[in-house]
């Protein structure tokens, strides 16, 4: 037993990806943001955790039984000078994610801060990839999202909150900025399936048994609920991002987000902060400092068993950098789908099924 691994090369992936939301009836504007998003996932995520190209089949599903609408917008229904409310319409989740960024860094410039909270919205993508895009306007970026219920609240065995994950980013002066992008739970049901794949068995923190029992057999944990990280932590966090995004947005909360994916209306809700640093300090002062602060993490006494000390968004930086040197290493069953997905659209399928182990 075990995955095996097919590579392909990132530009031609890339170009796939982006003829494939064309030919699903995406504006090439549209694609190229999509794409950026699942490209982004796909090179920086571990790919047990079922981000990146594998969505591709998933979006082509609902596009197909029009419960995406390509070319809608999303309408701001209520702003002042930092806020800003948006229904998102259904539209593309990397789309939304983009657009409200955007809106909460133009609100940034001009008042030191900006957030952009959305709700009627769809799933995003990986919420690292919209927080770093405030990066680009030399702004810290943090992106929420809620999440279809599948933590258990802590003492309970129902799930009743989702994985709601959290992007943060800073600017540094060295290669890579600091950018932490993570789940609420120790694990999603991505790496079980993974575990599974393998024979594994998983970490007992990961998820219960449907009688609420805790069990590394990730076959008898996929009818269960996920665990919070740091235990009744990551379930107050999870609460909250609730708060800070569906309750707050007037959107769907707690049960709500994907509870039924056959209809059009998934009610996930978004929140989106820009803080603008030269408000604050200049901006390389900024990056300057930390530098510094960066310097003095990795500058600790290592534990026995680590070689060195890693800063969030570092493990990703050098993931990526090796899949574009060397090429991304797909998952051979998402390489068959992907294949089978370009049958359907009619598009050329540019890869030689070349496998790794």
Known sequence: MGVTFVRV?????EDFVQRAFIAMGLSRKEAETCTAGLMNSELRCLPGQGQGVSRLTGYYERISKGLYQPGTEIEIIKESPALALVDAKMVMGSVVGQQAMDIAIDKAKTCGIGACVVFNSTHFGSSGYHARRALEADCIGIAITNAGAEMAPWGGTSPRVGTNPWGLAAPSGGDFPVALDIALTTAGKGMMRWHEREGKSMPLDWALTPEGLETDDPSAAMAGALLGIGQYK????????????GLISGGGFGLAPFADR???KLDVAHSFIAIDIAWFMPVEEFKARMDAFIAEIKSSELRPGFDEILVPGEIDHRREQAYRRDGAMLDAQVFERLQDLAEMLGIDFPFERETVN
């Open 234 to 245: 990551g379930y107050g966090l999870s609460l909250f991002t609730d708060i800070l995004t």
């Open 262 to 264: 056959s209809i059009a």
């Open 9 to 13: 090369p990132v530009d031609d992936l």
